[in-house]
């Protein structure tokens, strides 16, 4: 049983550390990333987030007009 420990430890052990040294190689030998390609990225992200966020309120304002009064107005959610 002592051995079978040992050997189950050990294995974790070998193959633990040559997955953390290949991944360690294979990011240094990545092409490092453009950081004009990076912003440009984020505020393609932000853009798409905000006119998401335009969306539903424009969409939620559409249906207070529509219902004629503000009690009347029914809770949308347009993305379900």
């Known amino acids: 049983m002592k051995l079978l420990k040992f050997g ?5 052990t070998i193959t633990s550390v040559l997955s953390f040294l290949t ?3 294979m990011l240094a030998h990545a092409p490092k990333p453009n950081q004009a390609r990076l912003i440009l990225f984020l505020v393609l992200i ?5 006119s998401k966020t335009s ?3 424009a969409y939620n304002q559409t249906l ?3 219902s004629g009064h ?3 107005q029914v809770d949308h959610d347009p993305l379900n």
Do not use: A
């Open 8 to 12: 189950i430890r050990f294995w974790i």
């Open 23 to 25: 991944g360690w190689i």
């Open 46 to 50: 932000l853009m798409i987030i905000i």
């Open 55 to 57: 969306l539903c309120s």
């Open 64 to 66: 207070v007009l529509s």
């Open 70 to 72: 503000p009690s009347e």
